[in-house]
């Protein structure tokens, strides 16, 4: 897979996708990101790329021109061109994980006051949003969509299903992670994750997905997968029950406790 990242700044993306997962992946021929400096197909002289805005107001758009061109050299067949707009579709787990399905991404990260409408309109082939606030550019939301892409593609996190045991996956939170020591601080990892049996250490864990997504993020059990065992446990949420007290993570029941909140709700 390869993704092109379209910036007036490629000097705030290239030590990103040079280091750490991305930077192995590349090495290892998994996925090819490169950082696309948008003034190269700026015309004139002074490689302009902005503009002030037709009807006045402040700050300054990016031009049609140097965008359009970026997307004419850099399109290929099958490629799909993603900018970074406040007002596009939500980026979410299952968005990333139906771009690793595309062979080549063109992102166009956006900067001042926006960018013409024309690019959005014509050149671009959906607009993408990562969350509902305002940034100074489209750099950061721009690596965020790769990473969060580029992990999913196989190989690159390593470990066999790693991606498959992620929050959201499925549409809930992780469940608590713990290592050693098995003591800290007064606090205990949970017995169950020591006691060896894999299929009640699946359960615990399960649980606790669903207990963390119903409390922090229910809005995701609406589009969750959810089985007949699921919605059990949801009911005994909403009747105040929590999972099992002898379960339960004491990192999490500390927490509520410290905040003065009644850890069955």
């Known amino acids: ?127 993408l949003s990562i969350g509902d606030y305002v940034l100074t550019g489209g750099e950061l939301p721009a690596l965020v969509v790769t990473d969060a892409v580029a992990r999913l593609l196989p190989g690159v996190l390593g470990g066999e299903g790693a991606a498959e045991r992620e929050s959201f996956v499925g549409g809930l939170l992780e469940p608590p992670q713990y290592t050693r020591p098995e003591v800290f601080r007064g606090v205990r990892v949970p017995r169950v994750l020591l006691s060896g049996d894999h299929a009640r250490i699946a359960r615990w864990r399960r649980a606790h997905a669903l207990w963390l997504t119903w409390r922090r993020r229910p809005d995701l059990l609406a589009e969750a997968t959810l089985d007949a065992e699921d919605r059990r446990w949801l009911e005994r949420f909403e009747r105040g029950e929590a999972p099992d007290e002898a379960d339960t993570a004491p990192a999490e029941r500390k927490r509520d406790q410290s905040h003065g909140r009644d850890p069955s709700r």
């Open 1 to 127: 897979m390869r993704i092109d990242i379209v910036t007036l700044f490629p000097e705030m993306v290239e030590p990103v996708i040079a280091h750490s997962i991305l930077g192995r992946a590349q090495a290892r021929g998994l996925v090819d990101i490169r950082a696309v400096d948008l003034r190269d197909y700026a015309g004139g002289r002074h490689r302009v790329t902005d503009d002030a805005p037709f009807g006045g107001g402040g700050g300054m758009v990016l031009k049609p021109e140097p965008l359009f061109a970026a997307v004419e050299a850099l399109r290929t067949p099958g490629t799909r061109v993603v900018l970074l707009d406040p007002r596009g579709r939500r980026f979410t787990q299952a968005v990333a994980a139906e771009l690793t399905g595309v062979p080549h991404v063109v992102l166009l990260a956006g900067r001042y006051e926006g960018v013409d409408e024309r690019v959005a309109a014509v050149a671009a082939d959906e607009t």
